[in-house]
């Protein structure tokens, strides 16, 4: 038999059971919560090293950072001085490019250029395009630097 002072007991240690349960399971929520809205892991990315072209100095590398079906590409082109180059990703290669580009990208300034553009990375390393750089919107037949995308 139980005595009527054990049912008191019984109630506080039930009660502090209980408080301690709600608050491993607040703990918990709290974590899910932190981990569901923790930003996601840097995309996967590539880097391309450009090839000077036609005595320009130009060198530098273009970037091409994974954002979920489109493409952020990051060009860092050495001297920084060239006061503003247009970019584009044409189709062809550096050898044989053909002049409509396929992606126009941020012209170059102050050495560098970030443009997101509509397609994946697969797509742009999939063959068949090139990242070429131009002296300038005035002389745009002249290319200072270019790049295979492969």
Known sequence: MTSATDAPARSAASSRLLVLAVAVAA???GAAIVIAVRPA???PSRVIQLQTLN???VTGSVSF???DGRTRVDIDVDPGTN???PAHIHPGSCVNLTPQPKYPLENVKAGRSTTVVPASIEEL???G???NIHKSNDDLKTYTACVDIH
Do not use: E, N, Q, R
């Open 27 to 29: 703990v918990i929520a």
């Open 41 to 43: 892991a840097p995309a």
């Open 55 to 57: 005595a320009s100095g």
């Open 65 to 67: 950072t994974d954002l």
């Open 83 to 85: 006061p503003d180059m």
């Open 125 to 127: 390393f999939a063959g």
């Open 129 to 131: 395009l090139a990242v």
